[in-house]
């Protein structure tokens, strides 16, 4: 049987699911955003808390989910906070799996077994109760529909939705496009999932090995005054302008 509380990684799993073929839509951006998504539920917790652009363990307690604990574990290894980039950006092999395998002994998917061109064994999982995931896309539309802000949840839902590129395969079509416009807007009600969003779409750009900029850096980087902010380590460093020299290769 499902259960009444459902964490982040799930729901945003649950979301990308087709009803239709059963495969989960965006599904290389969508590990990226449940590697995320774990960071948000670990926050709502009380187990870390944003450090600037870092995540901290301020609260190394297990929460009684081994995914998110083994996520939580991890990070607390780390001994210092670490850039949300570079946590969502590291190795997460078979986190997708892991979280569809979750669903199915909770009794939320079954797995349909079949094959590719007649060939490869292929697994697709279709929803055994179809009313939580309505439950969840109503939470979606109303904070759409209505403009009220949500809840932290809810906001940050709607945040790594937006960010994993769940948009058009929530809200499809030209008649899509407003409510895809104010799905992206929820992200600023919540700070963690915003921090963690905007990590996300970072390491989808490329993004991974530079520092998010302040507005004040990025002003004066702007203006070409002095206190630009330093390349980050490992970025090579911008010759002047005349000037040949060469950054060292990495």
Not at 57 to 67: A, L, Y
Not at 186 to 194: A, E, K, N, S, V
Not at 220 to 234: F, L, T, V
Request: with cysteine.
């Amino acid at each position: 049987m499902g259960r009444s509380r459902r964490t982040l990684p799930e729901e945003l799993l649950l979301l990308a699911l087709d009803p239709a073929t059963g495969t989960t839509a965006q599904p290389q951006s969508l590990d990226l955003g449940l590697a995320g998504a774990q960071l948000v539920e670990l926050a709502l917790a009380g187990r870390i808390a944003p450090d600037g652009d870092r995540i901290a363990v301020v609260v190394p307690r297990p929460t009684g989910d081994p995914t998110l604990d083994c996520a939580l574990e991890l990070l607390r290894r780390r001994g210092a906070p670490v850039r949300a980039v570079h946590w969502i950006g590291g190795p997460r092999l078979g986190l997708r799996q892991t979280y569809l395998s979750h669903l199915e002994r909770c009794g939320m998917v079954h797995a349909v077994a079949g094959q590719m061109c007649g060939v490869l064994p292929t697994t697709r999982y279709q929803a055994t109760d179809t009313e939580i995931s309505r439950e969840i896309r109503a939470r979606l539309d109303s904070a759409i529909r209505t403009g009220v802000p949500p809840d932290p949840r809810t906001a940050a839902l709607a945040a790594l939705a937006h960010a994993v590129g769940l948009g058009k395969h929530l809200y499809p079509g030209n008649e899509g496009r407003s409510s895809r416009s104010r799905l992206r807007d929820l992200i600023r009600h919540d700070p963690m999932g915003g921090l963690v969003a905007h990590a996300v779409m970072d390491v989808q750009n490329g993004a991974a090995a530079q520092p998010r900029r302040s507005p004040a850096q990025a002003g004066r980087q702007a203006a070409g005054g002095r206190g630009a902010p330093e390349p980050a380590r490992g970025v090579p460093a911008q010759p002047r302008r005349g000037s040949m020299a060469r950054a060292a290769a990495h």
